[in-house]
């Protein structure tokens, strides 16, 4: 049973941001304290929180979009809101101007609803209709389709005001109807125009299944000519995975094209001077050409990439989003592409492990341009107090995809470092997954964030937690990390230095290693914390770092030889993959394809 603390976490939880609450507390709960004052006949009372109720829809309509759509779900949206302060103003005011005056409100208040439902229609239109959001970057003109019509809360809330207040001050029935008349104007004034936009756009998209902004997109493509095209799909906090690539597409001497299919991942794109197209629609993806394409890179396994890997025209390439031991990373869908990218012999091993039917001609050695920034500095000895960068994954989709250590060990090994004698200096960066699948992963990381903050208050070593930012960086500050299997494993052996990595299974130590070829080079760490104290005496340098040839070797096993770590070799693959491209697909060029879209084009049909 749900305990209620949890409950009401949960329900505050669903409210978002902390930001909206102010506004969700004055314009609801002004509204239900009115209401309350209603039932208990204190006029006074419930006249002010009507009025406090309807100018608190500002800030919470400007601020809140997860609040309002939860609303809005729950029928209790503007239109509702309204008809509640209708009918509280009725039962406690004994201003009102005689029976006209209750005519001519009913009247106007009706009518206004009317209004603000015909508002509340288009909006939910244009969530589930066939206008579906677009968003561009660094494409001239800035071609846009928002998500909802714009919410107009001034306008909103001065109208509502002008229907209210007259009557609840006791206005004669004329004033009452004018300035109702008035804000019913002004109200239907806003939101025509906005009503006949998503009518122009639906129109557009009914005759040639391109709006006005999907045509200039189109436009941009036949001027820009894109060669390279990136294509992902899911959640704000995959944007990580577009994001690790980024340095390396913005090197190539190539048009590139970066197409992200939702919108909460878009806004987690960091900067860059890559043209780059948020649409979620299929059907409108599929009516752009990208004739000039040669090759889609696809940095994730989501079924959105079935409406790119379609077009016959473009070579395809998983090139992945970091190179680790994860069962993810030898996905039995990575047959449908033409090649796999793997860093250097280990990736390849791993499919070949796995026994999934994938041909050794889609093998693509590259290396691992990520890491050509990663320096062999500080080394141990370097510093009096040496950092230990502790960066844990996350829970995974699945039981089966949990490698994490924060829950099963997180604390320990914090402690553990916190109590070490030569003191070390702690670092904590969680993967941004971190809590999505599993909430007590979150309640540890706010016990770990405690213990470091207590730790650097006491002792006055820098101890901190770091939620954003790239970990590369971090790898350059620290002398040895902690992790799980991950792809923080790989990218870290660049740097040569020690590591140690958390054993998730119930094998010992030599299966485990065996299982895992990234782990050979480094210490394990058991559930029991067995490992750890290990760990702190090699970077504390009361026990000598055995390791160290050990882990030159695994680094060029993950990563490729040294010299394929570089932006240069990276841009020489993709040239080779162009090539490719140009020789074998000549002659579906030389075609036009049409490709519709089916009614199963979504990720829930794969």
């Not at 100018?55 to 309204?82: K, N, T």
């Not at 603000?116 to 066939?130: I, N, S």
């Not at 800035?142 to 919410?151: E, F, L, N, V």
């Not at 004698?421 to 016990?447: C, E, M, N």
Request: charged residues 20%; contains cysteine; aromatic residues 8%.
């Amino acid at each position: 049973m749900v305990s209620p603390v949890r409950a009401a976490q949960a329900a505050f939880s669903r409210l978002g941001r902390t930001e909206e609450l102010p506004g969700f507390l004055l314009s609801v709960g002004c509204l239900f304290l009115a209401l309350l004052c209603a039932v208990f006949g204190l006029e006074i009372g419930a006249l002010v929180f009507l009025l406090l109720s309807v100018i608190g829809e500002l800030p919470f309509e400007v601020r809140s979009s997860q609040s309002s759509e939860l609303l809005d779900q729950a029928e209790f949206g503007i239109p509702m809101r309204f008809v509640l302060r209708v009918l509280a103003g009725l039962v406690v005011s004994d201003q009102l101007d005689g029976e006209n005056a209750v005519r001519a409100f009913a009247a106007v208040a009706v009518a206004y609803v009317l209004v603000l439902c015909a508002r509340a229609l288009h909006q939910e239109y244009r969530r589930v209709g066939p206008l579906k959001p677009m968003e561009t970057r660094n494409i001239p003109g800035s071609p846009r389709i928002h998500d909802a019509p714009p919410r107009r809360a001034l306008e909103v809330v001065v109208t509502q005001l002008l229907v209210l207040a007259p009557v609840l001050f006791g206005a004669p029935w004329l004033q009452v109807l004018l300035t109702g008349i008035v804000a019913i104007a002004v109200l239907a004034t806003v939101t025509i125009p906005d009503a006949r936009a998503s009518w122009t756009l639906r129109q557009q998209k009914r005759a040639t299944g391109f709006t006005a902004p999907l045509r200039q997109i189109q436009e941009f493509l036949d001027d820009y000519q894109p060669e390279v095209v990136v294509h992902l799909s899911g959640p704000a906090e995959a944007g990580y995975q577009i994001n690790t690539w980024l340095e390396s597409l913005e090197a190539l001497d190539r048009r590139v094209f970066i197409v992200l299919r939702d919108h909460p991942l878009f806004t987690r794109l960091a900067s860059t001077s890559i043209p780059t197209l948020e649409l979620k629609d299929p059907g409108e993806l599929l009516m752009l050409d990208f004739s000039s394409a040669r090759v889609a890179l696809y940095p994730s396994n989501t079924g959105n990439n079935i409406h790119l890997l379609r077009l016959p025209t473009l070579m395809s390439a998983f090139i992945g989003h970091g190179d680790s031991d994860k069962s993810a990373s030898n996905n039995p869908f990575s047959r449908a592409y033409d090649e796999l990218w793997v860093a250097g012999e280990a990736g390849a091993d791993r499919y070949r492990r796995s026994k999934l039917g994938v041909h050794e001609d889609q093998y693509r050695f590259v290396g691992r341009p990520q890491v050509h920034g990663i320096s062999r500095e500080p080394r141990l000895g370097d510093e009096a107090v040496p950092t230990v960068l502790y960066a844990p994954t996350w829970e995974g989709v699945n039981h089966e995809q949990e490698y994490s250590s924060v829950s099963a060990v997180g604390v320990q090994v914090v402690k553990a470092l916190l109590a070490a004698d030569p003191p070390v200096r702690v670092v904590f960066k969680a993967h941004p997954f971190t809590g999505q699948r599993d909430a007590k992963y979150r309640a540890v990381l706010a016990r770990i964030a405690g213990l470091l903050d207590d730790a650097a208050a006491r002792t006055g070593v820098d101890h901190r937690v770091i939620k954003g930012g790239s970990i590369n960086e971090w790898f350059n500050r620290a002398s040895a990390l902690i992790t799980d299997i991950s792809s923080v494993v790989s990218d870290f052996l660049a740097s040569e230095k020690p590591y140690a990595v958390f054993n998730h299974t119930d094998d010992d130590d030599a299966t485990f290693r065996a299982d895992y070829p990234s782990t050979g080079a480094g210490t394990t760490i058991g559930r029991d914390g067995r490992g750890i104290a290990e760990f702190i005496d090699v970077v504390t340098q009361q026990a000598p770092d055995v390791l160290a040839g050990a882990r030159a070797q695994l680094a060029t096993y993950l990563l490729g030889p040294p010299e394929q770590r570089t932006l240069e070799s990276f841009a020489a693959s993709i040239d080779a993959f162009v090539a490719r491209s140009e020789a074998e697909r000549a002659d579906y060029r030389g075609h036009s394809y049409a490709v519709e879209p089916s009614d199963s084009d979504d990720e829930a049909a794969l």
